[in-house]
């Protein structure tokens, strides 16, 4: 867990900070070129040529837009791969399937996808894979047995016991009743992320919180922003709303810090600094959390890259070096897992842009 706080450290030192924080894993030691493997059996390099599609949960996401388009594009280019990002505009647990299917035909060579429901997918990334394709899963994972690595952001105890700190010291000694504003229903990292928070709220440090509350505002804004009204109409005593996807933390925002809650009611999250800044500094949110996006992408980019070309095979163990962030072994169940999630505040919020 990043215990770092803005405030006293300058820009760049927190910058720096940023980078170790969600570099996690990665060794310390310079990275090798681009495209060479960590030293182990199979292939050298990244082939050039690969076509690697990334599938959001949902296009026209800040946080997708910054995984996939910052981050998974740049990695691409290195290895000089053909990139595109496909994908629904609603994040509903079947809306992937088609994608996949189309993906498979084009003869896509990686397929890098957000899972919005760890089962409804797995028929057709299976079929993927029959025909040649590597599945990479990032942010949020599939069935183990359907893809053949999973790029994890952070591991989910890190994230609840982040978010249970936040929401924690927002609220105060006395504690209180506490609701959770979710995504989608059947989301494989956020059903992960709540069951680890309920594990955490158990802890006796914890037990002047009591859990009242999950609501599902499907990473869509007006419907997360409608389900926060409710959680506060049905819940007079409520002092605090966890929010653990971006859409939504940010929809409450909003709706918090124009009603008659804000400061009363606090909110904390995981959430991206652009679409957080104004609530952090109107005083709505005091501390949000979130890891590195462009980072996920890149590291789920190379990982791909790396199957591809048969320099690994997604067992755990596997070494190889992504670019820029340098080397990275599997785990277990074939996951990668990018560091720790990083805390933002007033103090440190305008040293990021993404
Ligand atoms: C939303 C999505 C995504 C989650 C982030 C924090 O963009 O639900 O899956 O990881 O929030």
């Excluded at 899972?115 to 057709?124: L, S, T, V």
Aim: glycine share 10%; with cysteine; aromatic share 8%.
């Amino acid at each position: 867990m990043s215990r770092i706080r803005g405030g006293r450290a300058a820009a760049l030192a927190m910058l720096t900070a940023f980078t170790l924080a969600v570099s996690g894993c990665a060794s310390q030691e310079p990275a090798a070129p681009t495209g060479q493997p960590a030293a182990s059996g199979g292939a050298q390099t990244i082939k050039e040529g690969l076509k690697i599609a990334f599938l959001p949960k949902q296009v026209n996401n800040p946080y997708f837009d910054a995984s996939d388009n910052k981050g998974g594009k740049v990695a691409v280019e290195e290895f000089k791969g053909v990139y595109s990002q496909t994908g629904p505009s609603e994040a509903s647990p079947s809306a992937q399937v088609s994608y996949i299917n189309t993906l498979s035909q084009q003869g896509t060579d990686v397929i890098v996808v957000s899972a919005n429901d760890k089962d409804a997918i797995c028929g057709a990334l299976q079929e993927a894979r029959t025909a040649g394709a590597k599945v990479v899963t990032y942010d949020s994972d599939t069935n183990p047995s359907c893809r053949d690595a999973f790029i994890n952001q952070a591991s989910a105890e890190g994230i609840a016991a982040s978010q249970i700190k936040l929401i924690s010291e927002a609220v105060g000694p006395d504690g209180g009743e506490i609701a959770i504003l979710s995504a989608t229903a059947n989301a494989t990292n956020q059903n992960a992320w709540i069951e680890m928070m309920k594990t955490e709220l158990a802890k006796p440090e914890n037990a002047k919180l009591k859990l009242v509350d999950t609501v599902y505002g499907d990473d869509d804004d007006q419907k997360s922003f409608q389900e926060t009204q409710g959680l506060l109409a049905k819940h007079p005593n409520l002092k605090g709303i966890i929010s653990p996807t971006t859409v939504g933390v940010a929809a409450a925002a909003r709706y918090l810090s124009t009603s008659e809650y804000k400061g009363k009611v606090q909110l904390t999250g995981l959430g991206t600094p652009n679409q957080m800044r104004e609530y952090v500094k109107n005083d709505t949110v005091k501390s949000f959390a979130l890891w590195n996006p462009s980072d996920l992408g890149y590291l789920a980019a190379y990982t791909g890259g790396a199957l591809a070309s048969g320099m690994i095979t997604g067992k755990e163990g596997d070494k190889f070096t992504a670019g820029k962030l340098g080397e990275y072994t599997v785990g277990k169940d074939g996951t990668v897992l990018l560091g720790d999630p990083f805390e933002f505040t007033k103090d440190n919020i305008d040293d990021f842009d993404f």
